[in-house]
């Protein structure tokens, strides 16, 4: 039977019931998904959602009052910067494929950013360029960014 840990805002930090391994990936993506494109935006209550179940392990996903779900099997004790990478791109498929909402888009080009661990820092993730295979901004920092919103 699953047993539901915590659920908090996408934008929030994680409360203290949170395991460790999962506070900076959650965060981090849930900071860039304030940067949606110009006038998109998630349904109302999208929420983290983090539960385990036996035999499977944690679940982490979405949720929201209108039913929006998804959910990964997720290992927190995976290096950080792995983590924060899978994370960001079940969320960037799921939000593309179920809530058609291209996220995030290259700038200056028409394709999504591609999440990948960063090789010398494994603590970080970083959006990639699809076409050139070329780093752009830290997940988390899309503010920052030439497609970054107010």
Do not use: K, N
């Not at 995030?104 to 970083?126: F, K, S």
């Amino acid at each position: 039977m699953r047993t539901t840990i915590a659920a908090w805002p996408l934008d929030a930090p994680p409360p203290a019931d949170v395991p460790a391994g999962f506070r900076l990936p959650c965060a981090r993506v849930g900071r860039d998904l304030r940067h949606l494109p110009s006038g998109a935006r998630l349904p109302d209550g999208a929420r983290w959602e983090l539960s385990e179940e036996p035999g499977s392990g944690f679940l982490l996903g979405l949720g929201s009052a209108r039913g929006l779900r998804y959910t990964l099997e997720a290992d927190p004790y995976l290096p950080p910067g792995q983590l924060t990478a899978l994370v960001a791109e079940q969320v960037q498929d799921h939000v593309t494929g179920y809530e058609f909402l291209q996220w995030p888009t290259c700038p200056g080009h028409v394709h999504l950013l591609v999440p990948a661990a960063d090789p010398d820092d494994g603590e970080r993730a970083r959006w990639h360029c699809r076409r050139s295979g070329r780093p752009l901004v830290r997940i988390g920092d899309l503010r920052t960014g030439p497609w970054a919103t107010t």
